[in-house]
């Protein structure tokens, strides 16, 4: 990964370039942002320049991820009584040379994992420290980049304490996390925490404009519903016929929720509709909850006459748009919000999907008819 290809961050690449050229670079750094803000790419530039330094023939390698002094850790599932990272490591690669900002669900997607629990167990951290006990290959650095450190067991992370703690010589450790609530807070201190930001929209744009064709009217839609990160920017913008069917799907939903008030035998349309959602991958599902979380707002928007930022209506199969955001206001929408995140909870948690999308699905029947 080069500095360049890397979506804004100008300040934190500049400052951890100057790192590098004065001799500070910290043994061990957390990383912690989402995935989609460039936490990876930011480390795997980071670890290049690290490395090139030192030998100018290892930046293709870097790039290629493989490097014999730069080593991977990285959630999986046990497998054969087996839970190393090494043994994805072929899949690992291939997704994040294809897409260096994917997240954790798509890996789990990835792996085709969805109902499987990936984590980094103890057994890995053993793994490396082998590894690590003996002399790099170049005679140089060796870096240990960790993705998703968070995703450590209790287990994983006493031992990993350990090689914080007393490193072998030369050796760097990058880690990355969405957040450091789920890291042990002496693991936390032992390292140098670098925030990464939100990507500035207009980075965005210039990205998608550069490596997309895109329309102005799409860039501005996809950019304001990606909230800064570029993981979702391009998602949205490769969405094409998923948008037509969260569409349909949101329509369905909020048309039976109506009607359950007057005739509840809708219920059962309702259900029929959550095992449909269930049937789909988890990030599919997630997606889906970002998209009606959206479309709440934007409706709510519109119901408060802040149309100007309203950049995105459903017209499709006769949705009176302007007559479902009248019932869309300060009455109902913090419960309807909080449901959705709630589902989401759930869902991430492995909750069982045609429980969560009933239960959600029945919710809104009781939301939308409460009156400001």
Not at 226 to 250: C, M, R, T, V, W
Request: net charge negative; glycine share 4%; aromatic share 10%.
């Amino acid at each position: 990964m080069n500095w360049e290809n890397i979506a804004g961050q100008d300040n934190l690449k500049k400052l951890l370039r100057e790192s590098i050229a004065e001799n500070r670079v910290s043994h061990a750094q957390l990383f912690v942002g989402k995935e989609g803000y460039g936490t990876l790419p930011m480390v795997l530039a980071y670890a290049k320049e690290i490395l090139s330094k030192e030998n100018e023939h290892a930046a293709s390698r870097v790039e290629h991820l493989n490097h014999l002094d730069l080593h991977f850790s990285f959630p999986v599932f046990t497998d054969n009584k087996n839970s190393l990272s090494k043994n994805k490591f072929d899949e690992f690669r291939e997704m994040i040379l294809e897409s260096p900002y994917a997240s954790y669900d798509d890996w789990t997607a990835f792996l085709e994992s969805e109902n499987k629990q990936l984590f980094i167990s103890a057994d890995e951290i053993d793994d490396q420290n082998q590894k690590f006990a003996l002399k790099s290959y170049e005679g140089g650095t060796k870096i240990l980049i960790v993705w998703r450190a968070d995703k450590m067991n209790i287990a994983a992370s006493n031992k990993f304490l350990k090689f914080l703690e007393e490193p072998p010589a030369k050796t760097v450790i990058l880690l990355t996390a969405e957040s450091t609530n789920d890291i042990l807070p002496t693991i936390l201190s032992r390292a140098q925490i670098v925030e990464v930001s939100r990507i500035d929209d207009e980075d965005i744009k210039t990205y998608l404009k550069k490596n997309f064709s895109v329309s102005d009217e799409k860039a501005r839609e996809v950019i304001h519903e990606a909230q800064g990160n570029l993981n979702e920017a391009i998602k949205l913008l490769n969405s094409g016929d998923k948008s037509n069917e969260f569409e349909k799907l949101f329509v369905q939903w909020v048309r039976d929720a109506f009607m359950v008030k007057k005739k509840p035998e809708y219920l059962r349309s309702i259900i029929i509709w959550a095992r449909e959602i269930a049937g789909w991958n988890r990030e599919k599902q997630k997606n889906f909850l970002n998209y009606c979380s959206e479309i709440f707002r934007l409706a709510l928007l519109q119901n408060y006459q802040s149309e100007n930022l309203v950049y995105k209506k459903i017209d499709a199969n006769g949705f009176n748009w302007a007559g479902f955001s009248k019932f869309i206001s300060g009455a109902n929408i913090e419960s309807i919000l909080e449901e959705i995140s709630t589902a989401d909870l759930h869902l991430t948690r492995n909750g069982n999907p045609k429980i969560v999308w009933t239960d959600l699905g029945i919710k809104l029947s009781r939301y939308i008819h409460k009156s400001s």
